[in-house]
């Protein structure tokens, strides 16, 4: 059976950096993209940043870039999310998820993935 499970979540000031961990169980991740997806009430899930099997390639969505960096630890089944200089609209719950195939040559597709943990809530307030 398949686990996903984030951490790291919680309540910041704008300005300030989180670091979310996803760990993995039931299955290795050495073949897999892996992604960090946010939703907020009423919106599609999107995808803020992905890194391929081997960490050769990665995602950031415009609004991240800079600010966000995601790494992976193979040997660990883990993935992260370093998050800095958060902003008000970096407020959402965020998804770590593994990309079952890469249907577009990219690890940003929602479709393609098919793993989810339960979500983890970085709420940026002040």
């Known amino acids: 059976q398949v686990q996903v499970v984030e951490s790291g979540g919680g309540l910041v000031q704008p300005g300030s950096s989180l670091r979310l961990s996803c760990e993995v169980s039931?299955?290795?991740?050495?073949?897999?993209?892996m992604g960090w997806f946010r939703q907020t009430p009423g919106m599609e899930r999107e995808a803020i940043s992905c890194?391929?099997?081997?960490?050769?390639?990665?995602y950031y969505t415009d609004s991240v870039k800079g600010r966000f960096t995601i790494s992976r630890d193979n040997a660990k089944n883990m993935v992260f999310l370093e998050m800095n200089s958060l902003k008000f609209e970096d407020t959402a719950v965020y998804y770590c998820?593994?990309?079952?195939?890469?249907?577009?040559?990219?690890?940003?597709?929602?479709?393609?993935?098919?793993?989810w943990g339960q979500g983890t809530q970085v709420t940026v307030s002040s």
């Open positions: 998820g593994r990309a079952a195939y890469l249907s577009t040559g990219h690890c940003q597709a929602l479709i393609d993935y098919d793993e």
């Open positions: 039931g299955l290795t991740l050495d073949y897999f993209a």
């Open positions: 890194i391929s099997a081997n960490s050769g390639r990665r």
